[in-house]
């Protein structure tokens, strides 16, 4: 397990990408939620959502078309684990206490929606738009599970208070 969490956090893409997808796996089986404890007892889960600012700027160059589409298919892959851990009170309490929501809220992407040109290339446009909805929807899906979860006033308590 702590291989796949370290290839999680600083592999290659591909391989982030995969662990993540295992950690995934594992999550949605762990009934008794030991993994999650695991991870967030030797810092990996706090590791999972600073790498959110962290790659915050290579997100940002992908929506201009400038990055490639590992670094999207990465945020896919964590943001699905994210969701996971979500739908369970323990899992959705450790991710907006280890500053989950301080991190979306922070994260330039979330903001660079494209504007649709009449003059240009219609097949450009609608490649930048696919490709932040690509980035954008997963982020959505953790916020609704957090909030289905916890309560819509707990999730924006601590965004409040993190904001202060």
């Known amino acids: 397990m702590q291989i796949t969490c370290q290839d999680a956090v600083d592999g290659h893409n591909v391989t982030r990408t995969l662990a993540y997808a295992l950690l995934d796996s594992i999550m949605r089986r762990d009934g008794d939620k030991k993994w ?48 996971t851990l979500a739908r369970h009170r323990i899992g959705a309490r ?5 500053g989950l929501i301080q991190q979306l809220a922070d994260a330039k992407f979330i903001d660079m929606r494209p504007v649709i040109s009449n003059m240009g290339d219609e097949q450009v446009n609608e490649d930048k738009v ?20 916890l309560g819509d006033s707990h999730v924006t308590n601590q965004y409040n208070i993190n904001s202060s």
């Open 36 to 83: 999650l404890t695991f991870m967030r007892e030797k810092g990996y889960l706090k590791q999972v959502i600073s790498s959110l600012i962290l790659e915050d700027s290579i997100l940002a160059d992908s929506l201009q078309g400038n990055g490639n589409l590992a670094s999207v298919f990465v945020h896919e892959s964590r943001m699905s684990l994210l969701s």
């Open 130 to 149: 696919h490709r932040y909805r690509m980035l954008l929807f997963p982020v959505l899906r953790l916020i609704m599970g957090l909030q289905s979860t």
């Open 94 to 98: 450790a991710l907006v206490e280890t």
